[in-house]
């Protein structure tokens, strides 16, 4: 039987800024259905509501990636 994930935000994330880090707090739900192999019904299997990993991914994202691209803009007066 075939897994299907549907993912959704429960609200709008919360982005904070603070003097050497950026916080960013998704609220996400991640609902598994099962995919019925006579019709093109699913059926819900479980759902999960993912903060803390989410906000870890982000925050590694935002630490190695965004912060080096908006120092080497902000090095250049802004100009791409």
């Known amino acids: 039987m075939e897994l299907e994930l549907e993912t959704s935000p429960e609200s709008a994330p919360f982005l ?11 609220v ?7 995919l019925l192999p006579t019709s093109s019904d699913r059926k819900p299997l479980f759902q999960l509501r993912v903060v803390e990993l989410m906000e870890a991914i982000f925050n590694y994202y935002a630490l190695h990636t965004l912060y080096t691209s908006l ?10």
Do not use: K, Y
């Not at 904070?16 to 998704?26: A, E, H, K, Q, R």
């Not at 996400?28 to 099962?34: R, T």
């Not at 120092?71 to 791409?80: K, R, S």
């Open 16 to 26: 904070m800024f603070t003097c050497g880090s950026v916080t960013l707090l998704p």
């Open 28 to 34: 996400i739900d991640i609902q598994a259905f099962a």
């Open 71 to 80: 120092n080497e803009l902000l090095a250049l007066g802004g100009q791409p």
